[in-house]
T-cell receptor, first 113, second 115 residues
């Protein structure tokens, strides 16, 4: 069965701390991987994506993610978080032969100023 | 450039009623997907419309139906509402190309409450 697992439902960090949010997936075939972010009161926005090539992808606002095929993982990282990174983060998986995205349950990130 | 717009933003219905939600895709996009997001969960795929036809459907009952118009806008209809249909309904649009088909742009959603 296709699924996405995000291990942490809530994460609280202080400003300038490093961030890593876990995402593991179960999916047959070629995968397209995404991280979306939802800031308070706003709609879902694409943070970064991976289709192929370099497994380390960079997104907006200093975020990056690494695709590790052997671990079926696509973890999101940021070296130094800011208060404005407070948001909910979603990992999603799609495939070349499938039009839908399969989503994780999301991680609520709170940054203490 | 207008993004994805959805209407209404909030809706309250009672069990057994029917509801219609509307979506206008981002300019240049021809594909519309609908998702249901229950509280504390990620979005669940309902269906996708392309060229005015339902192209793929998720695990939702026939009470959920949709339509796409020639201008690419779309409607989601839910009949015989149940309490469990209370959720945020998200519309996402994309351009139908090999690379872009999974890149989806989301609207702010319609919050449906069923009493």
């Amino acid at each position: 069965a296709q699924s996405v697992s995000q291990h942490n439902h809530h994460v609280i960090l202080s400003e300038a701390a490093s961030l890593e949010l876990g995402c593991n997936y179960s999916y047959g075939g070629t995968v397209n991987l995404f991280w979306y972010v939802q800031y308070p009161g706003q709609h879902l926005q694409l943070l970064l994506k991976y289709f192929s090539g370099d497994p380390l992808v960079k997104g907006i606002k200093g975020f990056e993610a690494e695709f590790i095929k052997s671990k079926f993982s696509f973890n999101l990282r940021k070296p130094s978080v800011q208060w404005s990174d407070t948001a909910e983060y979603f990992c999603a998986v799609g495939g070349d032969s499938n039009y839908q995205l399969i989503w994780g349950a999301g991680t609520k990130l709170i940054i203490k100023p | 450039d207008a993004g994805v717009t959805q209407s209404p933003t909030h809706l309250i219905k009672t069990r057994g009623q029917q509801v219609t939600l509307r979506c206008s895709p981002k300019s240049g996009h021809d594909t519309v997907s609908w998702y249901q997001q229950a509280l504390g969960q990620g979005p669940q795929f309902i269906f996708q419309y392309y060229e005015e036809e339902e192209r793929q459907r998720g695990n939702f009952p026939d009470r959920f139906s949709g339509h796409q118009f020639p201008n690419y806008s779309s409607e989601l209809n839910v009949n015989a509402l149940l309490l469990g249909d209370s959720a945020l309904y998200l519309c996402a649009s994309s351009a139908d190309s090999l690379i872009a088909k999974n890149i989806q742009y989301f609207g702010a959603g319609t919050r449906l409450s069923v009493l």
